[in-house]
């Protein structure tokens, strides 16, 4: 069964450094999306992505955040100097269809330090 | 906004016991709905899902019934395994003003099931 496919797992990284999340999503999927979850807490929804430019924004996704997919495959999540406050695991996800199952991925653990 | 409450966990039981973890939404309109679950080290996966009132959805030996009436969809299982310590999430589809979608979770209930 396909997959969304997330890497790194595991990111380490100094405050103010800027990072790059991958993902691939499904191939036929057309929706995508970055969640975050913070260690021990809810799972926070981030943006959506569709038909090249996001569909929508949370609070969380300020000026910091910015998300891309540069070719037919990839959509990453880019932070251009990250906070001690953005430690989480951050999710991919993917779907064919509005209003359907999202396809998670199995994550990348962002710590800054 | 739309929103899902959770029971809050952490919930502890024996092999072979009845599971129900609570979840109540506050949505405009009739939302889909679904529960998902996180084994440990995992991402998130989907369990089952119902898409309209009195939809019951099952998968692995757990059910839900969306029930407009009490705005619920609570998660049963009537004998749990070691296997299914995870955190369980219950979500809804949410829709904005501009027509996108997206999932809003509720907090997660940890499940821990000893042998």
């Known amino acids: 069964e396909p997959e969304v496919t997330q890497t790194p797992s595991h990111q380490v990284t100094q405050m103010g450094q800027e990072v790059i999340l991958r993902c691939v999503p499904i191939s036929n999927h057309l929706y995508f999306y970055w969640y975050r979850q913070i260690l021990g807490q809810k799972v926070e929804f981030l943006v959506s992505?569709?038909?090249?430019?996001?569909?929508?924004k949370s609070e969380i996704f300020d000026d910091q955040f910015s998300v891309e997919r540069p070719d037919g495959s990839n959509f990453t999540l880019k932070i251009r100097s990250t906070k001690l406050e953005d430690s989480a695991m951050y999710f991919c996800a993917s779907t064919r269809f509005p209003n359907s199952p999202l396809h998670f991925g199995n994550g990348t653990r962002l710590t800054v330090t | 906004g739309n929103s899902v409450t959770q029971m809050e966990g952490p919930v502890t039981l024996s092999e072979e016991a009845f599971l129900t973890i609570n979840c109540t939404y506050t949505?405009?309109?009739?939302?889909?709905l679904f529960w998902y679950v996180q084994y440990p080290g995992e991402g998130l996966q989907l369990l089952l899902k119902?898409?309209?009132?009195?939809d019951k959805g099952s998968n692995k030996g757990f059910e839900a019934t969306y029930r407009k009436e009490t705005t619920s969809f609570h998660l049963e299982k009537g004998s749990v395994q070691v296997s299914d310590s995870a955190v369980y999430f219950c979500a809804l589809i949410s829709t904005s003003q501009g027509g996108s979608e997206k999932l809003v979770f509720g907090k997660g209930t940890k499940l821990t099931v000893n042998p």
């Open positions: 119902a898409t309209k009132a009195d």
């Open positions: 992505f569709y038909n090249n430019e996001i569909s929508e």
């Open positions: 949505a405009t309109g009739y939302p889909s």
